[in-house]
């Protein structure tokens, strides 16, 4: 497996939403829901063919892109919402984030964070597989990782290390489609962790102290057993007491192995796990998902908090992942 088979992959498995498109607002429109927003700037005389096959995975996305044409991309927002792990099938780019400026090529990718200008100058033979990860998801990864919470910077050339990479993400792409496993978002769910995972142990980033071998990489059993116990029943109700008695330890005892550990609370984690659950199951939704079932389905017996903490951790509603699909 390899950059080109899950190149090729993405694209059998993939929504065809631009097919050798020269409309440049077109393809704006098409890369900025796909990706991010963004300017294009084409070199004199370019002509765009533009291609983009298009993989949703829950939080992250597959696609493969190719402009066709001598182009520059620039932002279009000061601050993104997402991290873009760029790689290369053919010909070349040098992209630009903050001050570092690297050359991309196969077998030369790059990742490019939510919280710096960048600017990708790329020529018409390039070709490309971007996957895009949500910022909230993967700052919530290395912060359970870590136990430090905040934005994680990787270095922007990718290291050797992360094309191992490409055979999960291959696999991801063909459970995607429809089928019995795409009727399981927890699955991907899960798929999704080990991704960021792997990208966070492999890649090199402020992060990378905390996650060497001088540090223990996993919470200690008190908390994992906390953590199991709690992920099992998301959709029960429960209190912090309850699962601190299921430990064996003192709510107090609890609360500051979670604090030293994971930088949260319990009951800050269980929210957390609960709403990624509500996230996956309404994105894998069918058309007689509910808002109401998938709450009740992941412990949120109020409609109101639910919503309202639903939207300050993802900027939308809960309903309005359910809506194009209807």
């Not at 991801?172 to 142990?201: F, H, K, N, T, Y």
């Not at 609370?265 to 709403?275: E, F, K």
Request: glycine share 10%.
């Amino acid at each position: 497996m390899g950059t080109t088979e899950l190149a090729r992959s993405t694209v059998a498995h993939g929504d065809a939403v631009l097919a050798a498109a020269r409309d440049a607002e077109q393809v704006i429109e098409a890369c900025t829901g796909a990706l991010r927003p963004h300017e294009l700037r084409l070199s004199r005389g370019a002509r765009l063919a533009a291609r983009l096959a298009h993989v949703p995975v829950g939080d992250l996305s597959v696609n493969r892109l190719r402009y066709g044409a001598n182009v520059t991309v620039s932002p279009a927002v000061p601050e993104e919402d997402n991290f873009l792990l760029t790689l290369p099938v053919g010909g070349g780019a040098v992209y630009r984030y903050g001050r570092t400026e690297v050359p991309v090529s196969p077998g030369h990718g790059v990742i490019v964070g939510p919280y710096h200008e960048f600017e990708f100058a790329i020529d018409a033979a390039f070709d490309q597989v971007v996957v895009r990860l949500d910022r909230r998801r993967v700052e919530s990864v290395a912060s359970a990782m870590t136990g430090t919470a905040g934005p994680v910077h990787f270095e922007l050339g990718l290291a050797d290390a992360v094309r191992g990479l490409d055979g999960l993400l291959e696999s991801v792409v063909d459970l995607a489609g429809p089928g019995p496993v795409s009727a399981r978002p927890r699955l991907l769910w899960q798929l999704e962790q080990v991704i960021i995972e792997s990208l966070l142990l492999c890649q090199p980033s402020n992060r990378s102290a905390a996650l060497g071998p001088e540090r223990e990489k996993a919470p200690s059993a008190r908390v994992r057993r906390a953590m199991d116990h709690m992920r099992d029943r998301l959709a029960e109700p429960m209190s912090i007491a309850a699962v601190a008695a299921e430990c064996g330890v003192g709510v107090r005892t609890l609360q500051e192995s979670f604090r030293r550990e994971l930088d949260t609370s319990p009951a800050r984690w269980l929210r957390d796990q609960r709403l990624e659950r509500a996230h996956a199951l309404l994105l894998g939704g069918g058309e007689h998902t509910t808002v109401t079932e998938v709450a009740y389905a992941c412990g949120f017996l109020h409609l109101g908090e639910f919503g309202a903490a639903f939207k300050a951790r993802y900027g939308v509603t809960p309903s309005s992942l359910l809506t194009p699909r209807r």
